[in-house]
């Protein structure tokens, strides 16, 4: 195929597309046009002595004061729902909190008794802050008798972050606990125990 022929090929579809877009652009327009027609009519069958033109201007206001109203109710309805979403996602916090906020304990075993290089690390999965967290650690000894035990609170702990606790060695012990004891955030009003 010559270099002309496709050239020639390329103007035909270029312009087969441009007439294509003119068509559906006065298809539209006709469209359009064949509504006007219909409020002409309603407006055409009215009382004697009112004229066409108050009568089509109350109706573009009533049709603009439609919309109008129509757009404040919608944006009623979406701060509602923004409202309704955040109180939801807060809900969803406090009832999956396991979820959410994670104690993450960690200990190196010595030989022939105790515990070094003790820490945790509690991680906030949420978008809210956490202001206070009481984590209770215990330490026994080998005989099931509780040989240490201390609360640390930790806090506040930022949305997405975690914050490292360390912890003192025991010398001495087999097996060491640990359990979250309160949680207190004031971003989702929530305090546990109450």
Known sequence: M??????????ICLTINILAGG?????KEKSEAA??????AQVSSLPSGVSQGVVADSVYAQKETKATAEAEEDVQQKSHIHVMTK??????????????????PSSHAKSPEGFDHIYFSLVNKSNYTFDQVTINFRCYLPNGTLWNERDFVVGPIAPNSSVDQLVPDQLRGSRVEWKTTSIKSNDLDFTWPN
Request: glycine fraction near 0%; aromatic fraction near 8%.
């Open 35 to 40: 509504a006007a027609p219909q409020v002409i």
């Open 87 to 104: 109180s939801a996602k807060k809900q969803d916090v406090i009832n999956h909190l396991n979820k959410y906020l994670n104690l993450m």
């Open 23 to 27: 068509y559906i652009y006065l298809s």
């Open 2 to 11: 010559s270099r002309n022929t496709l050239l020639a090929i390329i103007a």
